[in-house]
């Protein structure tokens, strides 16, 4: 593991929102050692000296909502590609991520075992990844996406894919297990309709209460936990009070919603940037104009949700859900969020709020003495313009993962 010494920065701690005078940090053995103002220690001469002459050191960030396998919007394209095409389609996708300064994301659906291996061994460049396997749908829900004048049967869905079918509370039970057995560190389940699905409604209601009782009764004996897609008051009331850990989207929530995602301190995860950039450019991309034209039914509603969540003091965590081509908007997420939080929240958002939904809090998303030194070297303070996070091209001098300069 790397060792490395920063020195003249200005570490931005986000737990208070506060940037330190100017100070050095040191990683050994891919971990943050210490960090203090004044003189820095002396090292060895092995040991890379970074002066980065007053610029801003934070925590990298985190992205709570990817989908790393998702790299097209056609599915009759992407059902010609092999596993190994796919995958290697992805692992280019996490790179770039990565050399946004996202260090940690979050795959809800599609990401595998054999992903993250590659990434951890050094195989390929990316950040950590956190995956859930297969998301589980039930037939004609938002992961099932075969076209209407297809009868054949799911069978044997081991191919690399979103989600898989799961009917009735034994099959969602065998199917979380199976999704555990290969590693998975949450369970998303899909309980709405949803945009990239073309032929269910955003307004479906999709599982049932036992259906989804079973899935987090199985997460819970795993010590895991259960992630919902969902949109509106139907589905997302039903699934906190079985006991879902977060909200994925949730842009047509009303105040019965906020009272239970405070009761359950539960955490909302917006993804506003994907209907920002699906109302745009989805049609250039390729985007069916089935999905196409229920962008509106959640675009408006988005920013009011998210206004309404942060003012009631909501556990929000930062994601984008971008498919495709879109996945270079992925830090345009900050600017659109800049537009209801202020910049200290926004990166809490994305850093230790999304550590502690997670579970490496302490880890991940901190400055903290122990903390995996995952570190962002930027030109400029976020705290007085998050936007500085958006221009990597022009602000971001520096990626550094496990005390490694990427």
Known sequence: ???????????????????????????????????????????????????VAGATVLPGLIDAHV??????????????????????????????????????????????????????????????????????????????IRPLGDDAMPCCQSRPAFARIADGADEVCAAARDEFRKGASH????????????????????????????AV????????????????????????????????????????TIGLLLEHDAFLVPTLVTYDQMAQFGKAAGMPEQSYKKIADVHAAAMSALERAHTAGVNLVFGTDLLGPLHSAQLQEFALRAEIQPAADILRAATTTAARLLRMEGDIGTLDVGAHADLLVVDGDPLDDIRVLTRPEQTLRHVIKAGTVI
Do not use: C
């Open 1 to 51: 593991m790397s060792s490395l010494l920063i020195t003249n920065a200005h570490l931005l701690h986000p737990e208070d929102g506060e940037l330190s005078d100017v100070s050095w940090l040191e990683a050994a053995d891919g971990r943050i050692a210490g960090h203090g103002t004044g003189r820095p220690p002396t090292v060895s001469e092995d040991v890379p000296v970074l002066d």
């Open 67 to 144: 989908h790393l396998l998702l790299t097209t919007f056609d599915p009759k394209e992407a059902a010609g590609w092999t596993p190994g095409y796919a995958t290697v389609r992805a692992l280019k996708e996490a790179e770039r991520m990565l050399r946004r300064g996202f260090t940690t994301v979050r795959d809800v659906g599609g990401a595998d075992y054999g992903m993250a291996r590659a990434i951890e061994e050094g195989l390929a460049v990316g950040p950590r990844l956190v995956y859930g396997g297969k998301a589980l749908s039930q037939t004609g829900g938002h992961g099932d």
């Open 187 to 214: 369970l998303k389940i899909l309980i709405s309709g949803g945009v990239a699905s073309p032929h269910d409604e955003v307004s479906a209601v999709q599982y049932t209460d036992e259906e989804i009782r079973a």
């Open 217 to 256: 009764t199985e997460a819970e004996q795993h010590n895991r936990y259960v992630t919902a897609h969902a949109y509106h008051p139907r589905s997302v009331n039903r699934a906190l009070r079985a006991g879902v850990r977060s909200v994925e989207h949730g842009n047509l929530i009303d105040d019965e």
